[in-house]
């Protein structure tokens, strides 16, 4: 794994991560790796749903608000990871979290 990845981009919505060779034994790619990188060195964690199957993160650096999910929940370990960016009405409904700034 990369020691390092780039912080969010101000004009980034959506990371979907991929592995390869599922078959044989999950390959992370880059894009699965960043978000395992975002979610545990550089947001900070406000909530979780479904049984932590969807997490609620905030950036520190600019307030936006994002969620990790594990679309290939029958995938073991859920499968590769989504991190997309949420409005606070979604947040503060699907968390329950009160009084989130967000964008």
Same mark, same amino acid.
């Given at each position: 794994m990369t020691s390092s990845f780039h912080d969010l981009a101000p004009d980034e919505r959506l990371l979907v991560g991929s592995w390869n060779? /599922?078959? $044989?034994g999950a390959v992370h790619d880059e894009v699965d790796?960043?978000?395992?990188? &975002?979610? #545990? *060195?550089?947001l900070t964690l406000l909530g979780v749903a479904e049984g932590g199957w969807r997490q609620l993160y905030q950036d520190p650096r600019d307030g936006r608000l994002w969620e990790l999910s594990f679309p290939h929940g029958s995938l073991h370990g859920g499968g590769? *990871?989504? &991190? +997309? &960016?949420? +409005? #606070? /009405?979604? /947040?503060?409904? $699907?968390?329950?979290? *009160?009084g989130i700034v967000g964008q």
């Open positions: 060779d /599922a078959a $044989t790796e960043r978000i395992f990188w &975002l979610v #545990s *060195r550089r590769p *990871r989504r &991190l +997309e &960016l949420i +409005e #606070s /009405a979604v /947040a503060s409904a $699907t968390y329950g979290v *009160r």
